[in-house]
């Protein structure tokens, strides 16, 4: 049975350096950082699949979406906030959007701006169009997947959902957009991207104990680590093909990096506080930016230096908002919720 004490500290330092990546990526866009967004849905489904899915008590779908809103939806409304403030701020306005300020504002207070209501662009807070996409994969998740679902069927599912980004966009890189004029593409790279997660956790159970790929495991994670910089940096600019590749290499990359054997691996755990305070950093990333970029206009410093200073920035303040923000507020919400839908409070 599953080991509900296990902790992957080589993932937690992956995902704080994904969320570093998307930041880094909005700064300056000339390459690949949005595949970071795929690696956070895969990890998301391998973690979920951990914690949910081969939990020995099962948990009913009450409970676990009350867990999921808890843990996204406070900070996805601070920051919610927070970016308009900014926003009027620096340009004496509210942002416009085609779809309509207001509809939009109030799809963003339900997580609902993701799921093909808004087609015409992103909207607030723009990193938030995956908390939409994830809140909702989730739901897919707990409702219609369980232990017997089929390997062969999650792939297969995954496979059409990227061929259908392919065909139609020819890259990852897409969100609002809505294929067949229903089919938001935001979801159906959560939904692809996901699924894989939860076959990286099954690829985790089938050779975690395997003597070869511990005996292996430097090399492994090499050729992993290759591989992600081929696909995220082989690119004659933003764009390229080799996208669809990206969610089945980070399937692979998350269920090897979970061995915690290698030399990479334990270079990483060095990086895990920034897992923890991953969510802030990447919902904090665009208010922050659009202030240093505010701040910095007047004054005639190397690109270099102002991405540090971004940087700096945006680590140093997310974990402010995971301290005094984002870890009291999960706490609040999940105490709120358990007695609102009559489940127990389960502490970790």
């Known amino acids: 049975m599953r080991n509900s004490n296990i902790k992957f500290e080589t993932l937690d330092s992956l995902r704080g350096l994904a969320a570093i990546a998307v930041a880094i990526f909005h700064f300056s866009d000339n390459w690949g950082g949005y595949l970071a967004v795929d690696f956070f849905l895969v990890l ?18 009450v409970e676990f979406i009350s867990h999921r809103i808890a843990r996204l939806y406070p900070l996805h409304i601070f920051t919610l906030f927070s970016f308009i403030f900014v926003f009027i701020y620096i340009n004496k306005t509210l942002p416009h959007y085609a779809d309509g300020n207001f509809f939009t ?18 909207t607030y807070n723009s990193p938030s169009w995956s908390i939409s996409v994830e809140l909702w994969v989730n739901i897919i998740f707990i409702l219609f997947v ?5 390997s062969s069927t999650l792939f297969t ?29 935001g979801m159906v790279r959560g ?19 395997d003597t070869r790929i511990k005996k292996n495991i430097n090399y492994i994670e090499i050729l992993l680590i290759v591989a992600i910089i081929v696909i995220v940096f082989g690119r004659s600019g933003k ?18 990096f979970t061995v915690e054997l290698g030399v990479i691996s334990d270079h990483l755990k060095k990086y895990k506080y920034l897992g923890e305070i991953s969510y802030s950093i990447y919902l904090n990333q665009i208010t922050v930016l659009l202030l240093v970029k505010y701040i910095l206009e007047d004054f005639q410093i190397p690109r270099t230096l102002a991405l540090l200073v971004y940087l700096f920035i945006l680590v140093g303040y997310s974990h402010l908002t995971y301290r005094y923000i984002e870890k009291p507020l999960r706490k609040k919400g999940r105490n709120l919720l358990s007695h609102i839908t009559f489940t127990p409070i389960q502490t970790k």
């Open 191 to 209: 939904v692809s991207s996901f699924f894989l997660g939860i076959l990286s956790y099954r690829i985790y159970l089938y050779y975690r104990d």
């Open 146 to 150: 369980s232990k017997s679902t089929k």
């Open 44 to 61: 998301s489904g391998f973690i979920l699949s951990h914690s949910y899915l081969y939990k020995n008590k099962a948990t009913s779908p």
């Open 239 to 256: 764009f390229s093909g080799v996208d669809i590749f990206s969610p089945f290499l980070f399937m692979f990359v998350v269920a090897a």
């Open 105 to 122: 504002f109030l799809q963003n207070l339900t997580l609902t701006q993701n799921i093909g209501l808004n087609p015409s662009e992103i």
């Open 157 to 185: 599912i995954a496979l059409i959902g990227l061929l259908v980004i392919y065909g139609n966009t020819g890259h990852l890189d897409t969100n609002f957009k809505n294929y067949f004029t229903f089919i938001n593409s």
